[in-house]
């Protein structure tokens, strides 16, 4: 069994989606970055990818790439599971935490369960996300930005 830890940030700015857990929230900012900007999604890759060795995120889908400009992270997530799958390892249990301002996240984290399960063929109580805010402390608090962290279980 192995053990992997994963943590994202990304700015919240203007024009853009709010991409999180492989859902769009609707809110008058989204996630900047280089793909749809998942912070949920982009930290499971990277505890996934952590649990298996197999470096992070940005050792395989790197931002300097256009072949990942805009890409939807539900493909990201997707070609992570294949790594860690063709290494031999199965998904145990995922733990994740997202840290954020605005807006309530508790509505939506359903519909991201179904999405991240549906993925990855684990079940809906195999993926644990909780959401909380920085009591209006630092970047987070002043609605710059966002934060995700995951902790995963590979067998």
Request: aromatic share 4%.
């Amino acid at each position: 069994m192995r053990i992997g830890y994963g943590i994202d940030f990304h700015q919240l700015v203007e024009g853009r989606d709010l991409m999180i857990g492989g859902i769009k929230i609707p809110h008058h900012k989204g996630s900047l970055g280089h793909s749809d900007a998942d912070v949920l999604l982009h930290a499971i890759c990277d505890a996934l990818l952590g649990a298996a060795c197999l470096g992070d995120i940005g050792v395989h889908f790197p931002d300097t790439s256009a072949d990942f400009k805009n890409i939807d992270s539900k493909i990201l997530l997707r070609k992570t599971h294949e790594l860690i799958t063709n290494e031999g390892y199965t998904i145990v249990n995922i733990d994740a935490s997202l840290c954020l301002e605005a807006p309530k996240i508790k509505p939506y984290i359903p519909a991201m369960q179904e999405a991240i399960a549906g993925i990855l063929g684990i079940g809906l109580k195999d993926i644990s996300i909780k959401a909380t805010t920085t009591e209006k402390m630092g970047f987070v608090g002043r609605e710059e930005g966002l934060v995700a962290h995951a902790v995963c279980l590979l067998n």
